[in-house]
């Protein structure tokens, strides 16, 4: 079983539309979370940090889910420039060895 | 702009010739990472530091060797390479403590 697991996508969706994305990691001792956003050719950017009590930052909801090892994005309100992959990152410590999921590519369109 | 900044951008290699691939960062952080990319697979690490003079191993360091022997420089070498190793090349650069990592834009390197 993979460290990161994320749904396989892509995930192709209207303007508009409430999108979720799910993903499972495999070690119980992980502490740190966070969701980053790869644009097409680009490096991978922080999108935001995911805690225990779940947190918004504008569109983007993040919730963890520690008794299942479970994380979630969700985006309300799709934007043609949300079209990215977006990657799940688990780490047993703030800021060293993260571990990436192999990414849900999300495509909004017109 | 302060950050991680890696050379080359891109690189064509021939089967068994070596190369050393730079990554420099201005931020004074501790620890620093290369990471290979490849379709399907996600970010797989490669090799990684904690600190000035010290390497580890990750996830996939055959065939790359790393030094780290100024803090904010991080080179990660191919002594022959190979076909397998075409791929794209991120450096990134973190602080205990310090939320997410800081990458670098990548090197596209392919090996022919």
């Known amino acids: 079983r993979k460290e990161v697991e994320q749904d396989p996508g892509p995930f192709n969706v209207p303007e508009g539309a409430t999108v979720a994305f799910n993903c499972t990691y495999s070690?119980?001792?992980?502490?740190?979370f966070f969701w980053y956003r790869q644009d097409c050719r680009k490096e991978p950017k922080l999108l935001m940090s995911?805690?225990?009590s779940g947190n918004e930052d504008g569109r983007f909801t993040a919730q963890l889910n520690r008794a299942s090892q479970y994380i979630s994005l969700l985006i309300r309100d799709s934007k043609l420039s949300d079209s990215a992959t977006y990657l799940c990152?688990?780490?047993?410590?703030?800021?060293?060895?993260?571990?990436f999921g192999p990414g849900t590519r999300l495509s909004v369109l017109p | 702009n302060a950050g991680v900044t890696q050379t080359p951008k891109f690189r064509v290699l021939k089967t068994g010739q070596s190369m050393t691939l730079l990554c420099a960062q201005d931020?004074?952080?501790?620890?620093m990472y290369w990471y290979r990319q490849d379709p399907g697979m996600g970010l797989r690490l490669i090799h990684y530091?904690?600190?000035?003079?010290?390497?580890a191993k990750g996830e996939v360091p055959d065939g790359y060797n790393v030094s780290r022997l100024k803090k904010q420089n991080f080179l990660l070498g191919l002594e022959s390479a190979a076909p397998s190793q075409t791929s794209v090349y991120f450096c990134?650069?973190?602080?205990?403590?310090?939320?997410?990592?800081?990458f670098g834009s990548g090197t596209r390197l392919t090996v022919v």
């Open positions: 990134a650069s973190s602080q205990a403590g310090m939320i997410g990592y800081t």
């Open positions: 070690n119980s001792a992980s502490q740190s």
């Open positions: 995911v805690y225990s």
């Open positions: 990152v688990v780490a047993l410590n703030y800021g060293q060895n993260f571990v």
């Open positions: 931020m004074n952080h501790e620890y």
């Open positions: 530091s904690v600190g000035e003079g010290t390497t």
